[in-house]
């Protein structure tokens, strides 16, 4: 069995786009490689053909691979919900919400079926590539470790650390990490890579060296800045900060996203990012929304009731309001959609006190019930004002219901989804990855008065994952690489 997993001496450091760069590179070599990363925490998800929830950075390494996306390339999905606390989701499927706390304790249990997943997917792979999640020298949270050092020894893997430049100390960063790393993990351990790396990397050589005298630990490569990664789909929602002024400012469309504190599934907005005919404003915690927005989005949320408070407390809700007053566009999605609604019925209390009742913008005649089970679903149909073909994906708890439901967005084998206001101006739907769809997306915005670029994105992403595979082949010992997977512990 060939293997081989990447572990960051951080967070953020560039595992993802490593792997999905390796991964693609050798694809295009003629391997048959797997994506898979034991852990995971994000609120960016994709659904698996299972039907299941994986994160969106292994989604995106699925299709590097070639692959329809699967709930054995991401076994544990952490989805915060707090600041101390999750829901979990194993192979797919959420089994319930726990404190970090409780979570430490009980992550040991979920080796097994790590273990099973990882089986799973080398039963039918040439090689699997392995992302681990945070840091490698975390050794405080050693015990019962399922998502680096300690999967990597029930697994028996190679490891090659990855170390970040662009943030500083990544000399400190590696050696720290060899010191503070006990000796069994350490053994593991075969080389180090250089990340997003500015200038020439010449200069770096003395670096290297004292690197590789101080840890005994070869060096794989220096790997420059990658300058499109901005193209390829973002897990972690602090990447959204590169939009804080927009893109494309001369874009004829103007959309304004307000950043909420448990924004999910932010991919939906990826496209729209990249299309040069429309500029995306995120709006951070303590601006006011623009007044010159066309259309406002207000994107999911891992905690809907909470999330729309944090609305509030910006004063973002007098904002749509006013936009809606004077004749502007909003679009719900999934969490945004049930805050359009008159109320948020919570009787089960999935987000809050069992019984309560939380009163939303008003701007759609709906309410909502959070009825705790969980819907994960592809799904496909029509998008009922141009019958243009649509498809995309349901993540989402509770149902949604009124007198603007009778003006549904799409329909679906036969059933209407979705819920638009009299004047057609606010619109709401649970479904994800809409605007993926080049044909679905101009005319979306043809209905609302506006002409987009001809722009392909999903041509687009598969061009820059072979751009990346060629920056990775370019500047990393690749051929190393894949002798040290070969070769094993």
């Known amino acids: 069995m060939t293997a081989i997993m990447f572990q960051g001496t951080g967070s953020n450091v560039g595992k993802s786009m490593m792997v999905a760069g390796l991964c693609r590179h050798w694809k295009n070599q003629g391997l048959k490689v797997a994506p898979f990363k034991p852990q995971n925490m994000s609120n960016n998800a994709a659904v698996t053909m299972e039907g299941g929830e994986i994160g969106r950075a292994q989604a995106l390494q699925a299709l590097a691979c070639g692959l329809e996306p699967s709930i054995h390339m991401n076994p544990v999905l952490l989805k915060p919900e707090s600041n101390t606390g999750s829901q979990v989701v194993v192979q797919g499927k959420a089994i319930g919400q726990m404190k970090a706390r409780d979570y430490a304790s009980h992550k040991k249990s979920l ?15 040439d090689i699997v590539v392995i992302e681990g999640a945070g840091s490698a020298s975390e050794v405080n949270l050693r015990a019962g470790d399922i998502a680096n050092m300690g999967f990597a020894e029930a697994a028996k893997l190679p490891v090659i650390l990855i170390g970040d430049i662009d943030r500083g100390g990544v000399i400190a960063s590696l050696v720290g990490t060899r010191h503070i790393l006990p000796a069994a993990d350490r053994a593991l351990v075969r080389g180090y890579v250089i990340n997003k790396f500015r200038g020439d990397p010449t200069l770096f050589t003395s670096g290297l060296d004292i690197i590789t005298s101080e840890t005994d630990w070869p060096s794989f490569g220096v790997l420059p800045w990658f300058d499109h990664a901005a193209k390829l789909p973002a897990e972690d929602s602090e990447d959204l900060s590169r939009d804080a ?23 939906d907005l990826d496209a729209l990012r990249s299309d040069p005919s429309i500029s995306v404003e995120m709006i951070r915690s303590g601006r006011p929304l623009p007044l010159d927005a066309d259309l406002v989005i207000l994107p999911g949320s891992k905690s809907t009731i909470a999330d729309f408070e944090a609305m509030k407390r910006e004063g973002w809700d007098i904002d749509i309001k006013a936009h809606a007053r004077k004749g502007g566009h909003v679009l719900g999605l999934c969490g945004g959609y049930q805050m359009l609604g008159r109320y948020i019925h919570d009787p089960q209390g999935v987000e809050g006190p069992a019984g309560s009742k939380c009163e939303g913008l008003g701007l759609l005649d709906i309410e909502t019930v959070m009825d705790g089970e969980k819907r994960t679903v592809r799904i496909e149909g029509t998008h009922i004002e141009s019958q243009s073909p649509m498809h995309g994906y349901e993540i989402h708890i509770g149902s949604s219901d009124g007198p603007d439901s009778s003006r549904p967005l799409f329909e679906i084998e036969g059933q209407s989804e979705g819920a638009r206001s009299p004047n057609g101006r606010i619109m709401g739907s649970y479904i994800h990855g809409l605007f993926n769809q080049d044909t679905f997306r101009g005319q979306f915005f043809k209905s609302l008065g506006h002409q987009t670029s001809a722009h392909s994105y999903d041509a687009m992403v598969d061009e820059t994952l072979d751009l990346l595979a060629d920056h990775v082949a370019n ?4 051929d190393g690489l894949l002798a040290i997977a070969q070769g094993g512990l």
């Open 475 to 478: 500047n990393l010992d690749t």
């Open 245 to 267: 002024k927009g893109t494309h400012e001369d874009g004829s469309l103007k959309i304004v996203v307000p950043v909420l504190p448990r924004i999910a599934n932010f991919d």
């Open 111 to 125: 080796l097994s079926a790590v273990m099973a997943s990882y089986d799973h997917l080398k039963a039918d792979a």
